[in-house]
């Protein structure tokens, strides 16, 4: 029995988490559950699922869970901030964390799992986005298990060697292939993306996910941060790593040998496929996901990315050149932008302008410890939120 802490499970992953572990009961126990606000929704979960644990973000919010929880004869403890976050990430009872706090707050829960050994399903992309080497370093040393939970990584995981050890050409990798939707408009005209609203931007086509995910799938910063996690995951320089779109969202990504193979991963579009196959690593388990119809698909279809239509795509791949803090400024400047668009303060076509003013902006330097990690970050949001006002 395997007990496991879910940071952010009020979300999209974490729903899906929870829908995969209820189909196993005589295999998963949550020990933990997290979310920031949502106290209602928490609840719920916390009387489903009946966690030793629930972390909230503040004290306002934990005093509701507390008598809300109480009214129900829910005995589950109660605790908030970013110290009880990483807490139950690295509690001596905990196996399995699956990380699905949505940008920079889930970084240090996160890297306590790593600190601690623990098995690590990874849907937060940010904390190797930020923290790259930091985060693998932690990872080494401790022996943690890291499995990729996007769609994307997950794939590729699925189609590299079981011995895989992020050396690329050592095992007859040429190239990896991360596909992408293209968002809601890939086929509008560039010249109308000025007048996006938020509710166009986060109408996904194909997956449900939260606002800021949608956000960055629409402007495809979300495909470029996956561009620079995939660099960290495999050990592959960004020449080695392609975009390739591709609408249907049935084939999650590919891996290109030098043989001239390619191997892909197709799925319906539903992240409790790689929940459930992360979960239960190396074996395979029912996830509720209904089987793919090849034959109603009918066609797959692949183009090239236009880096004039999607910028963001093409700043994170100078990120990643750069090095350093680089892609930890451009993931604070486009967390800032993008809150800034759902609230209505700046177009749809300033999000990628604010980010490329910043990182011309903001010093880039090393990250050598968490510190100096989250002062770059401060500084890039600062020069954003200048910038928006």
Same mark, same amino acid.
């Given at each position: 029995?395997?007990?496991?802490?879910?940071?952010?499970?009020?979300?999209?992953?974490?729903?899906?988490?929870?829908?995969?572990?209820?189909?196993?009961?005589?295999?998963?126990?949550?020990?933990?559950?997290?979310?920031?606000?949502?106290?209602?929704?928490?609840?719920?979960?916390?009387?489903?699922?009946?966690?030793?644990?629930?972390?909230?973000?503040?004290?306002?919010?934990?005093?509701?869970? /507390?008598?809300?929880?109480?009214?129900?004869?829910?005995?589950? *403890? %109660?605790?908030?901030?970013?110290?009880?976050?990483? &807490? =139950? !990430?690295?509690?001596?009872?905990?196996?399995?964390?699956?990380?699905?706090?949505?940008?920079?707050?889930?970084?240090?829960?996160?890297?306590?799992?790593?600190?601690?050994?623990?098995?690590?399903?990874?849907?937060?992309?940010?904390?190797?986005?930020?923290?790259?080497?930091?985060?693998?370093?932690?990872?080494?040393?401790?022996?943690?298990?890291?499995?990729?939970?996007?769609?994307?990584?997950?794939?590729?995981?699925?189609?590299?060697?079981?011995?895989?050890?992020?050396?690329?050409?050592?095992?007859?990798?040429?190239?990896?292939?991360?596909?992408?939707?293209?968002?809601?408009?890939?086929?509008?005209?560039?010249?109308?993306?000025?007048?996006?609203?938020?509710?166009?931007?986060?109408?996904?086509?194909?997956?449900?996910?939260?606002?800021?995910?949608? /956000?960055?799938?629409?402007?495809?910063?979300?495909?470029?941060? *996956? %561009?620079?996690?995939?660099?960290?995951?495999?050990? &592959? =320089? !960004?020449?080695?790593?392609?975009?390739?779109?591709?609408?249907?969202?049935?084939?999650?990504?590919?891996?290109?040998?030098?043989?001239?193979?390619?191997?892909?991963?197709?799925?319906?579009?539903?992240?409790?496929?790689?929940?459930?196959?992360?979960?239960?690593?190396?074996?395979?388990?029912?996830?509720?996901?209904?089987?793919?119809?090849?034959?109603?698909?009918?066609?797959?279809?692949?183009?090239?990315?236009?880096?004039?239509?999607?910028?963001?795509?093409?700043?994170?791949?100078?990120?990643?050149?750069?090095?350093?803090?680089?892609?930890?400024?451009?993931?604070?400047?486009?967390?800032?932008?993008?809150?800034?668009?759902?609230?209505?303060?700046?177009?749809?076509?300033?999000?990628?302008?604010?980010?490329?003013?910043?990182?011309?902006?903001?010093?880039?330097?090393?990250?050598?410890?968490?510190?100096?990690?989250? *002062?770059?970050?401060?500084?890039?949001?600062?020069?954003?939120?200048?910038?928006?006002?």
């Amino acid at each position: 029995m395997q007990q496991i802490t879910i940071l952010g499970s009020t979300g999209s992953i974490g729903v899906s988490t929870l829908d995969v572990i209820g189909r196993h009961p005589d295999r998963y126990r949550v020990f933990a559950l997290t979310a920031h606000h949502r106290v209602a929704e928490l609840a719920v979960q916390c009387e489903h699922f009946e966690p030793q644990v629930a972390v909230v973000g503040t004290a306002q919010a934990a005093e509701t869970l /507390v008598r809300v929880l109480a009214e129900k004869g829910i005995k589950t *403890e %109660v605790a908030y901030g970013e110290a009880a976050l990483c &807490a =139950a !990430a690295s509690a001596p009872a905990c196996d399995v964390v699956m990380a699905a706090i949505v940008g920079a707050a889930g970084l240090a829960p996160t890297l306590a799992a790593a600190k601690t050994g623990k098995k690590i399903l990874l849907a937060n992309k940010e904390a190797l986005v930020m923290s790259g080497r930091l985060f693998m370093d932690a990872v080494g040393k401790s022996g943690a298990t890291l499995l990729p939970i996007d769609s994307e990584h997950n794939a590729i995981f699925q189609c590299l060697p079981a011995s895989y050890s992020r050396v690329p050409a050592g095992h007859g990798v040429a190239k990896i292939l991360l596909t992408a939707s293209g968002g809601p408009f890939l086929k509008r005209a560039v010249e109308t993306l000025e007048n996006v609203t938020p509710e166009e931007a986060v109408a996904h086509p194909n997956w449900v996910m939260g606002r800021k995910i949608s /956000v960055d799938s629409a402007t495809m910063m979300n495909k470029g941060l *996956e %561009v620079i996690e995939a660099h960290w995951l495999f050990g &592959a =320089a !960004a020449s080695e790593i392609e975009v390739v779109i591709h609408p249907q969202s049935v084939i999650h990504s590919m891996v290109s040998y030098v043989d001239g193979s390619v191997l892909a991963q197709l799925g319906n579009p539903d992240m409790r496929t790689p929940i459930a196959h992360a979960l239960a690593y190396p074996e395979r388990i029912a996830s509720g996901v209904s089987a793919m119809d090849l034959a109603q698909i009918g066609q797959l279809i692949f183009e090239r990315p236009d880096f004039g239509r999607f910028p963001c795509l093409k700043l994170a791949y100078d990120a990643l050149l750069a090095g350093g803090s680089a892609p930890a400024i451009l993931n604070a400047a486009n967390e800032v932008a993008v809150q800034a668009f759902l609230d209505r303060k700046i177009g749809f076509r300033a999000i990628d302008r604010v980010i490329a003013q910043v990182m011309e902006t903001v010093a880039h330097g090393e990250v050598t410890d968490i510190n100096s990690l989250l *002062e770059q970050d401060g500084r890039a949001r600062e020069a954003a939120h200048s910038l928006i006002s």
